[in-house]
């Protein structure tokens, strides 16, 4: 598992999450980018946006 993780440049939690939703958008956020410090950081500005909708989602349906 952990060399299908570095396969396809993934976490290995990423791939064993069993929450359908955090695993679609966690493998879609698996992508390259320029590398550089700003879009790293917009990147896991938005990322951290998408998981606290996902979370507030969840807790609306209890």
Request: aromatic residues 10%.
């Amino acid at each position: 598992m952990n060399k299908l993780a570095d396969l396809f440049g993934v976490e290995l939690s990423d791939l064993l999450e069993e929450d359908d939703d955090l695993q679609k958008m966690n493998l879609a956020f698996a992508f390259r980018s320029a590398n550089s410090e700003s879009d790293l950081d917009n990147i896991a500005f938005f990322k951290r946006v998408v998981l606290n909708y996902l979370k507030m989602q969840r807790i609306n349906e209890l």
